[in-house]
RNA sequence: GCGUUUGUAGCUCAGCAGGAUAGAGCAACCGCCUCCUAAGCGGUAGGUCAUCGGUUCAAUUCCGAUCAAGCGCACCA
């Protein structure tokens, strides 16, 4: 960042004042190929300004830079290309990760802000599919970035575990199901009587009528339904709770719908008093005309709530318990509506805070290419495919590295982290069709594959016992010099990853820095004695820290062995 | 139909908010362990960046249209 500015100031020099700091650094580019330098400043800008062509420029432009802070400056065509004093930007870049270690990179951007996160909200009485990891871990990572940045995140797993779907359960539970059988295996039973109800409904549509009622009495109180229900929900949460360990993610709160249930009236009166409700084919809603949207619907015919007026009152309710700066809601695109709804709505009651809602939509997990739906039977569970990936890492140490002490942890670490690592590496929006074979993989451009690379910089390391890193010296050798660019590109990537709520930011720097990393490793004897060697070594202790932290970053573990 | 997201190599995706010959990983083929973990490194092959227009000195990148796909569109969440 610093060094953009040393290419922007003299380029400002040069031209005499020509072009503002400003423009210069947004027109500063890195070029593709590391023999055209580290920085390059394309001369078009100044060719209407001299009216000469920008080849003749950029030569004119050379004459006049100095070479302080360079190696070298030259002029290729119509571009000025930088090339960085590599000995002192090694030495500056080194210094600065050993001294700041895992805090290398942290940044004030939110100033202690709180900001909840609506994240992973899996359903009651069903199991976690693989839909459910995104939210998860895509929150979780969120969170680790935003606390990197100064936030104050909370994570809040806003389960469902309220709506007509519980009437449905309960409904189903009275007609065919048994206390022995659900006990036995509580979450496959509850989702067995779930499945069968939708089969059996669409021959007998007044089975849905049963089960809005029962919904109803849930919403009234009915001890029968409370009991039912309350045992539903603790079940499924012990399970749930199980799966999260796996996953290494905890929760600041499991207030889910149902701890809006009273919490709803007020919103209804605050929209009644506001004259904002109305009524429509006998359902209470909030015209949004104006936003382009489909009215808001905030209490169906028989008066019972829908997911929005839950979501209105949890919105108003985490607005005054955090004060929030931002707030999150990490939810699949398909609900991009409901988001806009809910803020709209909010906008009417004049709650400006509305503005800072932010819906952090990703792309759907399809399976052979459908939809996967809970109902129709379509699922992947999230646990299969955890232990299958540990399974396989299992195998793969039994067969690469029989020797290591503590295998079944490792294996734990790394089929895990190579499940997480597929989700976050692309782009939140991408849609993906499941396939096990390439979410497990070790190989390319893969969780196990960055976990790799730390655990040779570690086992370096550990080789190379007690060093100090007092008296470091510059590194200028090609494949070095990759490796401490990446080194450096490190805080740039946090500001982005944060700014866009992009995990994948991460996950792509982690792999490139792992890459610069395994081809100096095969290029370069780090352990040999020279003058250098402790530098090399400093090199290899940054780079053992930023993949760590990287991968800490996107709730990946690190084993410093595999 | 309306809204929204997407369209880059056989497959999966990058391309840093316009720039110098479009990059990776898988898969294919060929090399590299007497040397710090070969879950690695190197090489070969593979593309009219969906199509057509527009803005610009410059467009894979910005704008518009068309085509194709995903998702959503009132009593589910």
């Not at 922007?8 to 400003?22: F, M, N, P, R, Y």
């Not at 009166?269 to 936003?291: T, W």
């Not at 409901?338 to 792309?363: C, R, T």
């Not at 976990?451 to 590194?475: C, E, N, P, T």
Request: aromatic share 10%.
């Amino acid at each position: 960042m610093e060094q953009k500015q040393l290419v922007a100031q003299a380029i400002v020099a040069a031209t005499d004042g020509q072009l503002s700091l400003e423009d210069v650094v947004a027109k500063i580019e890195v070029p593709k190929s590391y023999d055209l330098g580290d920085y390059a400043f394309p001369a078009f800008a100044l060719a209407k300004i001299y009216h000469k062509a920008p080849q003749q420029i950029a030569p004119e432009l050379v004459e006049k830079i100095s070479l302080d802070g360079f190696d070298k400056v030259e002029a290729v065509g119509p571009y000025v290309n930088f090339f960085l004093d590599k000995k002192a930007f090694s030495l500056e870049v080194l210094q600065e990760v050993i001294d700041q270690q895992a805090n290398y990179g942290d940044q004030d951007l939110g100033h202690a802000g709180n900001v909840p996160i609506d994240m992973s909200s899996p359903n009651i009485a069903k199991p976690m599919s693989m839909g459910h990891l995104r939210s998860t871990v895509i929150g979780n990572s969120l969170a680790e970035l935003l606390k990197k940045a100064n936030y104050n995140p909370i994570k809040i797993n806003h389960l469902g575990d309220w709506g007509t779907q519980f009437g449905k359960l309960i409904e189903a539970y009275k007609l065919w199901g048994s206390e022995e059988e659900v006990k036995k295996d509580p979450i496959n039973t509850l989702l067995k009587y779930y499945v069968h109800f939708h089969q059996v409904d669409q021959e007998q549509p007044e089975l849905d009528d049963e089960a809005r009622a029962w919904f109803k009495k849930l919403e009234d109180g009915d001890e029968e339904a409370i009991n039912l229900w309350t045992w539903f929900r603790e079940e499924s949460l012990k399970f749930f709770k199980g799966i999260y360990a796996k996953l290494g993610i905890d929760f600041d709160s499991y207030n889910g719908e149902s701890f809006y249930n009273d919490k709803m009236d007020e919103i209804v009166e605050i929209l009644q008093d506001k004259g904002l409700l109305q009524e429509s084919r006998g359902a209470e809603i909030v015209d949004l005309e104006k936003y382009n949207l489909n009215p808001a619907l905030i209490k169906k015919t028989d008066g019972t709530t829908l997911y929005i007026t839950r979501d209105l009152a949890a919105a108003l309710y985490r607005f005054r318990t955090y004060n929030f700066v931002q707030s999150l809601y990490v939810v699949g695109n398909e609900q991009t509506n409901h988001f806009n709804q809910l803020k709209a709505v909010l906008k009417e009651m004049g709650y400006d805070w509305s503005d800072e809602i932010h819906h952090i939509p990703f792309g759907l997990i399809t399976s052979g290419g459908k939809k996967l739906s809970t109902r129709r039977g379509n699922v992947i569970l999230l646990e299969e495919v955890l232990n299958d990936a540990v399974e396989l890492a299992q195998k793969q140490i039994a067969e690469k590295n029989p020797d290591l002490p503590n295998k079944d942890e490792v294996a734990e670490e790394v089929g895990v982290g190579a499940v997480i690592f597929h989700d976050l590496k692309n782009d939140r929006l991408n849609n993906f069709d499941f396939n096990l074979e390439e979410v497990v993989r070790f190989e390319g451009e893969t969780g196990p594959y960055v976990q790799y690379s730390h655990a040779r910089a570690m086992s370096i390391l550990r080789k190379a016992g007690d060093v100090s890193f007092d008296q470091l010296v510059g590194l200028n050798d090609e494949e070095s010099w990759e490796v401490i660019r990446q080194l450096s590109n490190f805080p740039a990537m946090i500001k982005r990853a944060v700014e866009e709520y992009e995990p994948s930011v991460i996950a792509k720097y982690a792999i490139h820095l792992s890459k610069s990393f395994n081809k100096y490793y095969a290029h370069t004897k780090v352990l040999t004695d020279d003058e250098q060697k402790n530098t090399r070594l400093a090199m290899v202790a940054s780079v053992a820290t930023v993949l760590k932290e990287s991968l800490r970053l996107l709730g990946v573990k690190a084993p410093d062995e595999m």
